[in-house]
């Protein structure tokens, strides 16, 4: 199945160098331990020939000429930032003095918004129109759906995938949807759906078009990547703040900060599938005399086609991660549920409105990727590759399919069912409470020999979080500047350094420098435990096939689960604070970088796994020596996927106590406070920005 990622890049972008680093190591003389050589002579010039490449640092390699070249911009940031810090001395903290107050612009600029949102213009005749259009759709299709009754959406949905996958993916999707009826979430589940329905509609149209425009014009591309940077780095919870001010509490700023977050990935997708249609095909279009648009859409639209399908499946993930967030701003629904449920402690409620959640995620995900894989299978030839002959193929089928749905909820209807019965539910909630009551009273604490959840929180909060924030604030600011520095530096050129310095002094110019060291101090200490459990977990399910097949469902449901579910089984286990939070953060990254590593380490050249054989190397030295050296861009294309999922959960867990600048965008959220909730927002952005130049995938020299 398809699986989701936070963000998708382009060609020449950060995350390309984990895949050409492998390339451009094979070029170079093998060295180092024998069986690395050995393998470099039984494969030439593959992939195998980077062993020792891979190994060696950045600046080993080099020449000395070459090394101080590089090692210049280090020297120019230390010139700079020692006199400054001579001007304005900090203990530890930025300097006052470089301080930009912000809450007073940005807070007229709410109080203008909130005064003349009713009477305005701009707001009359244009964002009332965008919400008023949002409303109409969203109750449309949630009376379409109460309508049909549970009858007939089960039956539909059990049709659709019985027609794109067959029977197993058809009897998935009608136990999903009576497993939320027995849950007694079915009109939740209904409410969750409409939204979902007009947010991802939405957020392909808008994606297409930019990534429609982005992949014909090389100019507007490049224009664009910064936004979809941003965009892509900005947590969800920054998003709800801005659409609140403009549209108020309830369903058209849910579904619009459902739309800007679900949209990126389809428009880099659009834009990466038509670049990348073959030059061959596009060549012999232009022979036959066809125009500019008859080429769009009989050549570079089919040929697009399979990142078009794998754009729409993202779009669906993340419009239902943002859907369940945007609960907090009164879209309803299951997140509406979960939220309310965490903010009492309420663990039953919240895992009964949390388990549809991943059923629905589920059944969207697999769903989505067999109607993908159902399109791009068997391509006709390039006269009949049209696109509009290729969706709309198959016509009586769908038909069929549609009258015998209708069917179903007429006799439904018909039968007084038309929502789930009262009596056919099955509830959780007691007695999950009564098993986390349980918890509560003997593994929170006082357990012999291991202790207990509460006292493992308690430690890892005094021995790691605590420390590891304390040292970072009573770091010397313009150190810091120095570090992230050099890590830009060794991570990439000099322009990922002076990238990553400038988004460090903005989150102090911005005057949020202690509570964003406190959330990297989180992201820190949850990416260790994270690559340690990740790289262990991947590397003895790359050594076993049958580890692999038991793993990959576990995997599957992970990565299909929103953001906010994984705050429901750390805060039954843990409890609030911020090592509850970094625990959901592990969770959640957990799987990608699992995927990520084992896929690095299955990939790597047989020829050396067997030369290194041939030369009586241990399972140790093959790991050691051969699989993680030549694994090695798959496995720094994992710290920064683990970094920046980390992040974004890390933010979250401001619900759960996490405090610092999740806190802050919780707290201006709450308070419609522009100032606090945006500030905070922008520091988010410029931190997930550091974060990911100084560990993208260090480019060779």
């Known amino acids: 199945m398809t699986t989701t990622t936070p963000s998708v890049r382009e060609p020449g972008e950060p995350g390309r160098s984990a895949r050409t680093s492998l390339s451009k190591t094979a070029e170079r003389p093998a060295g180092g331990s024998r069986a690395a050589r050995s393998a470099t002579g039984a494969t030439g010039a593959t992939g195998a020939t980077g062993a020792t490449g891979a190994r060696t640092g950045r600046l080993r390699g ?39 107050d912000l809450s007073g612009p940005l807070g007229r600029a709410g109080d203008w918004i909130v005064d003349n949102r009713d009477g305005h213009p701009l707001f009359l005749y244009f964002f009332g129109h965008v919400s008023n259009v949002v409303v109409v759709s969203v109750r449309a299709v949630y009376v379409v759906l109460l309508a049909a009754g549970w009858t ?10 019985w027609r794109l996958a067959g029977v197993r993916l058809a009897l998935t999707c009608v136990a999903a949807f009576a497993a939320c009826g ?56 920054a998003y709800l703040l801005p659409m609140v001010l403009v549209f108020g509490i309830g369903v058209p700023a849910a579904v619009l900060a459902t739309v800007v977050y679900a949209a990126p990935p389809m428009a880099r997708l659009t834009a990466l599938g038509l670049r990348e249609a073959d030059a061959g095909v596009l060549e012999a279009a232009d022979s036959l005399g066809a125009t500019g648009r008859q080429r769009l859409l009989t050549a570079r639209l089919p040929l697009a086609l399979p990142r078009l399908l794998l754009g729409v499946n993202q779009a669906v993930m993340m419009a239902l991660s943002m859907a369940v967030i945007a609960s907090v701003i009164g879209a309803g629904g299951l997140g509406d549920r979960v939220y309310q449920a965490l903010a009492s402690v309420d663990v039953g409620a919240a895992l009964a409105a949390g388990v549809p959640i991943v059923l629905l995620a589920v059944v969207l995900d697999r769903t989505a990727d067999a109607a993908g894989r159902r399109l791009a299978a068997d391509p006709p030839p390039l ?50 409470n009564r098993v986390v009551g349980w918890m509560t009273d003997h593994l929170y604490s006082g357990v012999p020999l291991v202790g207990g959840t509460a006292d493992w929180a308690a430690g890892f909060t005094g021995w790691v979080l605590d420390p590891l924030r304390t040292g970072l604030q009573a770091m010397p600011w ?59 977990t991947a590397v003895a399910a790359a050594r076993s096939a049958r580890a692999q097949r038991l793993l990959r469902p576990v995997l599957d449901v992970c990565q299909t689960m929103p953001q906010f579910v994984y705050l429901i089984p750390v805060v039954a286990l843990f409890g609030v604070g911020r090592a509850p939070a970094a625990a959901a953060a592990v969770v959640y990254a957990l799987p990608a970088v699992v995927r990520i590593t084992v896929q690095g380490l299955s990939q790597v050249n047989p020829a050396a796994m067997e030369s290194a054989r041939s030369l009586g190397a241990t399972r140790s030295q093959q790991l050691w020596q051969v699989q993680l050296p030549l694994a090695r861009p798959a496995l720094l294309l994992a710290v920064n996927q683990a970094v920046v999922l980390v992040l974004a959960v890390v933010i979250i867990g401001g619900l759960v106590g996490g405090g ?5 965008v919780v707290l201006g959220l709450a308070q419609g406070d522009l100032a606090t909730g945006l500030v905070a927002g922008a520091a988010i952005v410029c931190l997930g920005l550091v974060l990911d130049r100084v560990t993208q995938p260090a480019k060779e020299a």
């Open 478 to 536: 313009w150190l810091v500047l120095l570090l992230v520095a050099a890590l830009g530096l060794l991570a990439g050129t000099w322009r990922t350094a002076l990238t990553a310095v400038l988004a460090m002094a903005a989150i102090g110019v911005l005057g949020v420098w202690e509570p964003s060291l406190d959330t990297l101090s989180q992201v820190l200490a949850a990416v260790a435990v994270t690559l340690v459990l990740g790289f262990a």
């Open 62 to 100: 080099l020449s000395p000429r070459r090394a101080g070249r590089a090692l210049l911009p280090l020297a120019v940031a230390a010139l700079v930032l020692l006199p400054l810090a001579v001007l304005f001395p900090g203990a530890g903290s930025w300097p006052a003095a470089l301080d930009v």
């Open 660 to 664: 610092a600048l999740g806190y802050e």
């Open 383 to 432: 006269a009949e590759r049209h696109l509009l002959r290729r969706v709309f193929a198959g016509w009586y089928g769908r038909l069929l399919t549609v009258l015998a749905a209708v069917a179903v909820a007429v006799a439904g209807r018909m039968a007084g069912t038309s929502l789930w019965p009262d009596t056919w539910t099955v509830p959780v909630a007691e007695p999950v």
């Open 182 to 237: 027995l849950l007694g979430m079915w009109v939740p589940t209904m409410q969750t759906l409409a939204l979902m329905a007009v947010a991802v509609a939405a957020s392909v149209v808008v994606g297409a078009l930019l990534g429609l425009a982005a992949g014909l014009s090389p100019r507007t591309g490049r224009a664009l990547r910064p936004v979809l940077d941003t965009m892509q780095v900005l947590p969800a919870f």
């Open 152 to 161: 007939g959406v089960t039956a539909l949905a059990g049709l659709v995938a």
